[in-house]
């Protein structure tokens, strides 16, 4: 079981935007400026999408955003794309000095 | 930006040791940063492993600990994952990833290698 809660599956349409949630405690997520945003693709590395909560890497597409709020951080996919359909995984320090990381939300575009 | 390739055994047998290397290119591991490892069953989340700094200071996952070393070997630009007592349960994808905190950890990682599936079998 995961450290942080994360639903399983999210779907758009093209063009749409969505929302993952990843919901932690004060002992992670709601006590730290410290969570970040992985996309999986299969068979690729995975890459960086979001750290501190809201800064995005150089050369991520500012479609995708973070925010927090208490004990919940997000990621939102605006301008869904086919090519966006991929797993999201959230991470956060944890106050035991651990990274800590969600079970993943697939990302489907219909 | 740097690269990073994971490499070691395929196929682990249950009680022995698990170990990997991850090369880095482009970069030289002396100059600084934190390397991690994370690893993702089949059909689940990913899970921290632990993460090593570039002097060679080590900071595990307090679920693993008890079986991981991890080590840095600068001369041939690498860092490396050893996990003691397999199991089963130790089956995944394996990926080294850099955290490019310079004092402190910074606790996200990018670049990230492709990963290599580690199966624990008799």
């Known amino acids: 079981q995961s450290a942080l809660t994360q639903p399983a599956s999210v779907s758009g349409s093209p063009g749409q935007s969505i929302t993952i949630s990843c919901t932690g405690t004060s002992s992670d997520v709601g006590g730290y400026n410290y969570v970040s945003w992985y996309q999986l693709h299969p068979g690729k590395a995975p890459k960086l999408i979001i750290y501190d909560v809201s800064n995005r890497p150089s050369g991520v597409s500012n479609r995708f955003s973070g925010s927090k709020s208490g004990n919940t951080a997000s990621l939102t996919i605006s301008g869904l794309q086919a090519e966006d359909e991929a797993d999201y995984y959230c991470s956060s320090y944890s106050s035991t000095s651990t990274v800590v990381f969600g079970g993943g939300a697939k990302l489907t575009v219909l | 930006q740097e690269l990073l390739q994971e490499s070691g055994p395929g196929l682990v047998k249950p009680s022995e040791t698990l170990s990997l290397t991850c090369t880095v290119s482009?970069?030289?591991?002396?100059?600084?940063?934190?390397w991690g490892w994370i690893r993702q069953p089949p059909g689940k989340g990913l899970e921290w492993i632990g993460s090593?700094?570039?002097?060679?200071?080590?900071y595990y996952n307090p679920s693993l600990e008890s079986r991981v070393t991890m080590s840095v070997d600068t001369s041939n630009n690498q860092f490396s994952l050893n996990l003691r007592s397999v199991t089963v349960a130790d089956t995944a994808v394996y990926y080294c990833?850099?955290?490019?905190?310079?004092?402190?950890?910074?606790?996200?990682?990018?670049?990230w290698g492709q990963g290599t599936l580690v199966t624990v079998s008799s």
């Open positions: 482009r970069y030289s591991i002396s100059r600084g940063y934190y």
């Open positions: 990833a850099r955290d490019p905190g310079t004092v402190t950890r910074n606790d996200w990682f990018d670049p």
């Open positions: 090593i700094y570039h002097s060679g200071s080590t």
